[in-house]
């Protein structure tokens, strides 16, 4: 089913998933507060995490590191010198863009208005595609068409050779792309004179690398294994947008599993998060596979240090976006630190005797993004036709059962009956032990399945007067997404 991007916005500030960020002052740029039922998901995803990744597994532990760290930390990691993106200005409007992502844009479309063109698969469509991939080819001397790591020039040059266009006033005059770091500058200190400057993290990452001897010292961890944390991060990106898929403060879900210092040994390892990354979102967290794609990088894509990368993306509604970057980082980010810190890193086998510094592998994922991607991924409007036989329609939430923000809504048909409501009551009161419930008694049974349809409830329980009779007892169980109501007996259900 097609629907755009808006449609998604605005059921998540009506149903109370996510709302503009300092609503009632008129908002801050593209931040995001999350609503009740997003907070719910957020909850859940990072729940499931956990339970998948690290309490259903001996070999990987949790972490909470600080936001603020040591600027030499930001040093080590490179964050400090490298961690920027091409920022370029239209010269006649001076709207701000960032050249990677204007090229990647621009190709996409392209790419995308050529296969509707001519049939995808078709002759044209092959020579076409052709085509313009061999005059991009002779232009860069490479395959990769929007790799991030095309040098300024090239990009300057693309832009200028195709003549991409300002969205805003439709020139084509852009200055040259210049370096513009992404971390957020604070002070820290009490009096002005005292001020040292210090960063907000823009990954959680290196509290990871940080702490590696800690847990060492501290746990019974031994290679392989993992640590995993889950945090907020800070961009200052340039073009923040799309709902919540670029924001400047977000949560990131990153895991830096450590393995030997033997490239056959990574590899694998590498092969294996990226198995158990595509296993965990559409058996866990019900992401369609249809709308999931492994890319890896190529060859010349890759950072010096990573010896492989594969991008996660999702469809969006607007094009193709990543959702997490797996990387074999090998030792990179272990002996920078030992560099920079003086400490030694190093990892003592104990069955080998073997002194190394291992070689990590890094899912890092973005837990903003996966909210924005269940949201998207269940979204569903649906016709058929009611208990009298007219046409209806709905709009229903497929959430998958471990991301719906609540399990159970509990109705008593008529809110006036005291006896149906504690009745309701007494349900709703041994349920929410175990689970997020609903008590619903707006005393219109249509308007609550509606409502909970939307909300992705998966199921509805109604209370009524057979459920009163002393003989029978029985509820009502409603499932979200047939619609099929049966009977069953109140203490039936699961507590
Ligand atoms: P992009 O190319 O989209 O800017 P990135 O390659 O810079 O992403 P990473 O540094 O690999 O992203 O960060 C890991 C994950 O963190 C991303 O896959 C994404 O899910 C999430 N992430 C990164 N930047 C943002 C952001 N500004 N807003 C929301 N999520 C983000």
């Known amino acids: 089913m097609w629907f755009n991007l808006d449609t998604i916005v605005a059921r998540a500030k009506r149903r109370g998933f996510a709302y503009p960020g300092s609503d009632i002052y008129g908002g801050l740029a593209n931040a995001r507060d999350l609503g009740p039922y997003g907070t719910e998901i957020k909850r859940n995803i990072e729940n499931n995490r956990r339970t998948y990744f690290i309490q259903s597994r001996e070999d990987v532990i949790w972490l909470d590191s600080q936001i603020l760290m040591n600027p030499k930390v930001r040093e080590a990691s490179g964050h400090v010198g490298g961690f920027s993106d091409p920022l370029i200005d239209c010269k006649k409007c001076k709207s701000r863009e960032r050249a990677d992502?204007?090229?990647?844009?621009?190709?996409?479309?392209?790419?995308?208005?050529?296969?509707?063109?001519?049939?995808?698969?078709?002759?044209?469509?092959?020579?076409?595609?052709?085509?313009?991939?061999?005059?991009?080819?002779?232009?860069?001397?490479?395959?990769?068409?929007?790799?991030?790591?095309?040098?300024?020039?090239?990009?300057?040059?693309?832009?200028?050779?195709?003549?991409?266009?300002?969205?805003?006033?439709?020139?084509?005059?852009?200055?040259?792309?210049?370096?513009?770091?992404?971390?957020?500058?604070t002070q820290q200190g009490i009096v002005e004179w005292e001020w040292t400057d210090i960063y907000l993290r823009p990954e959680t990452a290196q509290g990871i690398f940080v702490n590696f001897k800690n847990i060492l010292d501290t746990t019974r961890s031994r290679i392989p294994f993992g640590i995993a944390q889950i945090g907020k991060s800070f961009r200052n990106e340039i073009t923040p947008g799309n709902f919540m898929f670029r924001v400047r403060e977000f949560y990131q879900m990153e895991i830096e599993y450590f393995v030997e210092n033997n490239e056959e040994v990574g590899l694998k390892a590498f092969e294996e998060w990226k198995a158990l990354s595509k296993k965990r979102r559409t058996e866990e967290i019900g992401i369609k596979e249809d709308n999931l794609k492994f890319r890896d990088h190529d060859k010349d894509e890759l950072s010096f240090y990573s010896k492989w990368t594969c991008d996660v993306e999702y469809l969006f509604p607007r094009g193709r976006g990543e959702l997490q970057g797996i990387a074999y980082r090998t030792d990179y980010d272990l002996k920078q630190h030992m560099q920079f810190s003086g400490k030694d890193l190093q990892y003592n086998d104990p069955h080998t005797g073997k002194r190394y510094i291992p070689h990590v592998i890094e899912p890092s994922r973005g837990l903003t993004r996966a909210i924005l991607t269940t949201m998207i991924d269940a979204y569903d409007e649906e016709k058929y036709t009611d208990g009298n036989g007219n046409e209806a329609s709905r709009v229903v939430a497929r959430f998958h059962k471990n991301v719906a923000p609540i399990k159970f809504a509990i109705i008593p048909l008529v809110k006036k009956d005291e006896k149906m409501v504690a009745m309701a009551r007494d349900i709703f009161n041994k349920l929410s032990k175990n689970y997020m419930v609903e008590f619903d008694d707006s005393g219109n049974i249509g308007k609550s399945y509606r409502r909970q349809d939307e909300i992705g409830t998966p199921y509805c329980i109604t209370v009524d007067h057979q459920s009163l009779d002393p003989k029978d007892g029985t509820v009502t169980l409603r499932t979200r997404d047939d619609m099929k109501q049966i009977r069953i007996k109140a203490e039936d259900i699961v507590f």
């Open 101 to 185: 992502k204007m090229i990647e844009n621009y190709v996409n479309n392209k790419l995308e208005k050529l296969a509707k063109d001519s049939k995808k698969g078709s002759d044209t469509y092959i020579h076409a595609y052709d085509e313009y991939q061999k005059d991009l080819n002779e232009l860069y001397w490479v395959n990769n068409l929007i790799s991030e790591s095309r040098t300024f020039e090239q990009q300057k040059k693309f832009i200028d050779w195709e003549k991409i266009k300002c969205g805003k006033c439709w020139s084509c005059d852009w200055t040259e792309p210049k370096k513009f770091n992404l971390m957020f500058k």
